[in-house]
């Protein structure tokens, strides 16, 4: 839907808003939640749109069976609250949906976010008003508020991809989507079900449907490497010494690469014996989870040293299937280890031994179109009574590209982004004054344990507002040779890791004709903390500053 006000090129907004706040805040997951949180702590009048009936974000729609998160519950937590520490307990290793949707809900009740979040809103545009210095955000239920402050909390992984195969609205069965599963309970009991992807989601979501389909059929683009899990439940004892310890542990993940309490490791996989590096393989593995990938600090950055991790999950692969033929087709071959996100196996791979499910690859048998029946793949129709899309989202830059946003002399941030994400720090994009982005392009965000970044990102926005408030400064905005030197730069660090060597979701290339630019920052969340840290001692170097009241006359002269 196209805004009925208007944002002239002249940057005077037609119609200014009926409600005014000091900051509005888009999205209500963990993000927007500790943003309000910050943001009455300031003192500012502020306001969540979010578009679900809860709060939760990606933790409140991504409620399929098996939806589980990668992260420890123990880490992937708020850590600016001890009360929410105290009163709070996680019953098992990895949160489970559910079970990080209540504390979702718990944190909402303790810190009364509900009042000022206004639910089943989509903010569909948000326009910069430059004689007024505000910006003015319209929703699809005909609010037009205006705010000092726009910060865009709408997450990384919430705009759903279907791909758009022919004849797909044909079929006569019923379809899901993983990031859009119903509330209540879906019974496969019987049926002839087809899962297309195998991504995290596919590979939590494939057990639990196999365990209950009359027949599942898998359909794998791309073979995900899978590492241990041991999930389990929490022991008291465990339970007390961790939060005994939070805080200390805490720290040390905000200093850390990827947010993670274990730090990376400090040895190359390729000055170890071939024994001395399986032994520190093996040591990662019986811990089980992602840190397998800290095991040397050079896995993502020499391909040597990532094929020693790569052929020992291979290894650990080839054991646990022990069907040559099945190993052949799980196993990816072409990329390296975590240049896409690994699967947590929790019955994943057992799941193909089952004689109700078949694997098909798509690279083999492609396919074609779907028909009222089922699905044609290399000339063959499978039938089905459902299909469940396990294929990913339109990442990081979905939901702002969704969001008609203009800046300064009414420029779109779709156009601006055309040719790939350009921010300053991630934070900000030049021309668009105070306007910030939580966890987006340009930042550590998704290669991070994400609570970490989150906290990181809304205390230097909350940080920044409070300074700008004591200095009477009303924008901020992002220098655009600063926001180029930072694109360069985050361009530069991607270019000598090893994560732009497969097709993921971090450089744009699981949606057909979007930019190919790796996303996230890769220089690590330590560096990053630390360059932010910096940024503001220096009295927001790369940022223009404007002081007093913003007129359209003060703006042009280049007062401030
Ligand atoms: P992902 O990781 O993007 O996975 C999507 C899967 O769907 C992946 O296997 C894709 O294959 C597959 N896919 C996408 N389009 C197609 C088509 N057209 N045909 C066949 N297969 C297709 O999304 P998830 O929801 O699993 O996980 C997202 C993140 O959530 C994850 O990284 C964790 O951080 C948590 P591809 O690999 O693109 O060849």
Redesign the pocket.
Known sequence: MESNIVNKADGKISSPGDERFDAVVVGAGFSGMYMLHKLRKLGLSAIVIEAGPEVGG?WYW?RYPGAR??VESIQYQYGFSEEILREWTWSERYPSQAEINKYQNYVADKLELRRDIRFNTRVMSAYYDEASGRWVIQTDRGEKISSQFCIMATGN?SV??I???PGLETFEGATYH??DWPSSEVNFAGKRVAV?????????VIPEIGAQAGQLTV????A?YCVSAFNGPLEPGYVKEAKAHFFEQRKKAAYSFGGLATPLGTESALELTPEEARNRLEGRWDRGGLELLNTFYDLLLDRAANDVGAEFVKTKMREKLGDPELADLLIPKDYPLGA??P?LDAGYLDTFKRPNVRLID?NKS??ERVVDRGVIAGGVLHEFDAIV?????D?MTGALSQIDIRGRKAISLRDEWSAGPRTLLGLMVAGFPNFFNVIGPGSPS?LTNNLVAIEQHVEWIADCIGDMKADGISLIEARRDAQDAWVDHVNEVASRTLLPA????YLG??VPGKPRVFMPYTGGLDVYRRKCEQVRANGYEGFTLTKGVVTQSAVLAGEG
């Open positions: 990606v991504n998160c990668d992984l759903p991809r791909p758009d195969f993983t990031h297309i992807g195998t991504g995290s989601s596919g590979a939590q359909f794998q683009r791309t995900n896409k996100r699967c798509v492609p396919i899309f396990a294929t990913g989202f990442a998704v497969a097709n993921s979701w290339a699981n």
